[in-house]
């Protein structure tokens, strides 16, 4: 079939409507990544509008180095230029024009970062945080002290928690990266946050909190609203990291090895099944070990009283 991509066209043209072929095959996470990384390229473009065949060397590395006065990390920046590389590559084949090849002198690898992780002090401190005015602070604090009480859940996985997931004293769910099946047993701590946010959707926790067609739209502004406010939380707190909905899972993570919990069972703990070797021992290892653990952790909190 003839292609009607021409050279010509209007890069961000094309890769916004990439994006819509990409969302319309399924891939709902492709699809954002690709226009998130676009919206970046177009605040450096401002009011010009590129050919694809005028994306070259020049034109991208002019964009690093925006990217980099911005302060923008090395591994955000590469983010963005791998989706556009793969926007690019895709608009070429289908326009039949050579390969600039504009890509080649910008960094697209993904550096080692250093882990942060919250201490057991800092979860007391944010624990103990009078915020009974402050409902919006509250909320964002206690969906990360539930986080931090199930293990580390993840952001997207608490989002889609529904009350028929918690029965029988257990909390069965299905990641959404890996769609491992976890099993956590249910904590005096994690009913106090649910029953301080009552809902009247299915979902368990105040993240999603309308029926529609929209439930990855509020978990993504959810998500956002808690990072602002977490920030806010720690600045207050001043504590020596950014406070993130992540941090609570690499938190437990740190703590539970503080307290010489194996790694096989922080490993299980965590649901992680990207290490054949790893998942070998942790196939070993029973679910009541893991919920020890995690009693362990949170009596060391010393009984929190969020009130």
Known sequence: MESITSANDDFSSF?????ERILNRGLVRRAETMRIALRSFQRFLGDRRPSIAEINTSLIEAYE???RQRGVTRNTSSFYMRNLRSAYRTAIEEAHIPDAQ???TVYT???KTTKRAVTIDEIRRIGAMDLSKKRNLAIARDLYLFSFYTRGMPFVDMAYLLKNDLSGGYLTYRRHKTGQLLVI???PEMQAIVDRYPTSTPYLLPIITQEGPTPRLQYLN????VNRNLKILGNRLGLTITLTSYTSRHGWATIARNLNVPLSVISKGLGHDNEKTTQIYLDTISSSVVDQANRMILSSLNSLNLS
Do not use: Q
């Open 65 to 67: 180095t925006h990217l």
């Open 109 to 111: 690898g993904i550096d």
């Open 222 to 225: 959810a998500l956002s609203r």
């Open 185 to 187: 047993e249910w904590t």
């Open 15 to 19: 890769v916004t409507a990439l994006a």
């Open 102 to 104: 504009p890509f080649s």
